[in-house]
């Protein structure tokens, strides 16, 4: 177990991404103020057990698996805390709404095979709108796929004097 922001902050990053749920709306389930989260996830202040706890009881992963280093969320975890959480109108509310766009990109879009190809930004928003039924700001789309450097291939669209393509490294 390692209670160091290196570990901690990349991983409730990563689980907050696989629950596709905002900032504001993870605090509020797992039971903490958002700026507790803001704290962690800026790397300003380590959770404390009591945090570490909520977040375990919230999304059903043990403390000694967030506190891992090379720490992965497991699949399909929005899904599963629908099913949890089907019956409870206070928490199925929020995990029913449209999905943050770091989730829909690392756990949706690119488990696809869409980004096997460059694509710019007004097909992805088309693809994610028709598959899905989702309608996302395109400049948040834009500023979370230039996060995403490190699973993405980004260039200069060559068809325009502006904007970019993307596609899966």
């Known amino acids: 177990m390692e209670l160091t922001i290196e570990v901690l902050q990349p991983n409730i990053i990563e689980i907050r991404d696989a629950t596709g749920l905002s900032q504001e709306n993870f605090a509020l389930l797992c039971e903490f103020s958002r700026a507790t989260l803001t704290n962690i996830e800026n790397g300003k202040s380590l ?7 909520k977040i ?12 891992k280093r090379d720490f992965i969320p497991p699949i399909n975890l929005r899904e599963k805390l629908q099913k949890k959480y089907s019956n409870d109108p206070t928490k199925s509310v929020l995990l ?5 766009v770091p989730y829909i990109i690392k756990y949706r879009l690119l488990k696809t095979t869409f980004l096997d190809s460059f694509r710019e930004r007004l097909e992805i928003l088309t693809y994610i709108k028709n598959k899905y039924g989702w309608e996302i700001n395109p400049n948040t789309l834009t500023t979370n796929l230039k996060r995403l450097n490190n699973k993405l291939i980004i260039e200069p669209n060559p068809k325009h004097n502006k904007g970019y393509v993307y596609k899966k490294l």
Do not use: A, R, W, Y
Request: aromatic fraction near 4%; proline fraction near 8%; glycine fraction near 4%.
């Open 47 to 53: 959770p404390s057990t009591t945090t570490l706890n």
């Open 96 to 100: 029913e709404q449209v999905p943050s």
């Open 56 to 67: 375990s009881s919230f999304t059903n992963i043990g403390i000694e698996k967030i506190t």
